[in-house]
């Protein structure tokens, strides 16, 4: 098979790379900049940090924002950035600053509000300022993806934009930043990189390469998931993390998601779930689905990672979820029987045109009966 290949996000990794950042700066010619973080890391003190690490480089800092970024936090931070004429924003966060920071970066260049793009009435051009990724959670591979998943409360709806112009210009992924990670994020966050892997190796989209960077990745995630959720402050068992999380992010980018993701949506809308515990919330029965369908890439991705075959790689996800006190019922997660012919609706998300088996609506309602227990 040919392929062609052409990531253009700089990826910086290893602990304490922060520290260069005045460097890294310097070095890409940028100046006059904004940070862009969530209220967490105002009251932790990190923030501050690296405006000190950027002396003087980042000028003011952007934080009215909160998990599932929303659209009028989009609109905030671009609103500042015309009226201050920043040059470039560095977001540090998990996925949700991450994202609004990559709206934001393109919004900014126009007299519009991102509801128009996110709506799918308007279409970016390719004007944007540069933007510098930190992630500090391991696990959604936004700083190498150029999707920002935006929540619009008056429509009803959390989804996906992309573009080009979202892909950050440089991804700073220092694992150090992980080590605060409670238990509950690092398990969901660590789940969602595990969606990736093997969502990307079952698109319909992967490629030779995608294959490769998710097979390595989903290795990585069953070895360290659980060590880092036992003990946070395993240093191996983070970078281990973070560095799988990145491979899973440029899998999903040449792959995309398939039917985990496209669930993943309203069950974070309705229910409440984080992003990486919706996904996991359907991953082991929509791997059963697949396998039992498709033309057994999934029985492959397994026997690459040390499975007998794709059935008992479904059963360890199970176990681990129950391991690391996720949602794994209805119950848990708030669904009533009642709820499930709207669930299993809303569900039809795009990503589930990426899944190798095409998926309709009485499966997923028969997929989510399945979960009654
Ligand atoms: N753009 C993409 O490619 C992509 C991919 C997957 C998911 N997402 C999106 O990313 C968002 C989820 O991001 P996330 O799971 O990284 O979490 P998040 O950014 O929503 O953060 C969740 C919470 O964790 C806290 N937190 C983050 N890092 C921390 C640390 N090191 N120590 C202590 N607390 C920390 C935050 O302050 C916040 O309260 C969702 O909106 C999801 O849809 C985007
Ligand atoms: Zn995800």
Request: aromatic share 8%; net charge negative; charged share 20%.
């Amino acid at each position: 098979m040919d392929f062609q290949s052409n990531h253009p996000v700089k990826i910086i990794f290893g602990s304490n790379k922060l520290n260069d950042l005045y460097n890294i700066l310097t070095e890409n010619n940028l100046h006059n900049g904004m940070l862009v973080c969530d209220p967490y890391f105002i009251k932790t003190g990190l923030a501050n940090k690296v405006m000190h690490y950027s002396k003087g480089l980042l000028k003011d800092i952007f934080f009215d924002l909160t998990p599932n970024p929303t659209i009028a936090s989009v609109d905030k931070c671009a609103e500042i950035i015309r009226n201050k004429n920043i040059n470039f924003l560095a977001a540090i966060g998990g996925g949700s600053a991450l994202d609004c920071a990559k709206a934001a970066a393109s919004v900014c260049m126009t007299p519009y509000s991102i509801v128009q793009f996110h709506s799918g009435d308007r279409v970016f051009t390719e004007k944007h300022i540069p933007l510098l990724a930190i992630p500090t959670t391991a696990g959604t591979g936004s700083e190498v993806s150029n999707e920002a998943v935006l929540t619009d409360p008056l429509r009803g709806m959390k989804a996906p934009i992309t573009c080009d112009n979202f892909y950050p210009t440089i991804a700073i992924v220092d694992p150090m930043l992980t080590l605060s990670l409670p238990q509950k994020s690092t398990a969901s966050t660590g789940f969602d990189a595990l969606a990736h892997s093997i969502e990307a190796y079952m698109s319909r989209f992967h490629k030779p390469e995608s294959d490769e960077l998710a097979a390595s990745a989903a290795k990585l995630i069953f070895e360290f998931l659980l060590k880092a959720y036992d003990d946070g402050s395993n240093l191996e068992a983070r970078e281990k993390m973070s560095r799988a999380s990145v491979l899973a992010g440029l899998a999903v980018d040449i792959a995309g998601t398939t039917a985990s993701h496209a669930c993943s949506y309203p069950l974070t809308y309705l229910y409440d779930m984080r992003h990486g515990e919706a996904c996991a919330f359907t991953l082991d029965s929509i791997i059963r689905i697949n396998a039992e369908a498709e033309d057994g890439r999934l029985h492959e991705l397994a026997s690459k990672i040390g499975f007998r075959d794709a059935f008992q790689m479904a059963d360890q996800i199970k176990a681990m979820k129950k391991q690391m006190g996720m949602k794994a019922t209805l119950k848990d997660a708030g669904i009533e029987l009642s709820d499930i012919d709207n669930l299993a609706i809303l569900s039809m998300q795009p990503d589930m045109i990426n899944n190798p088996v095409p998926i309709k609506i009485d499966m997923l309602i028969e997929m989510y009966r399945g979960l009654s227990k």
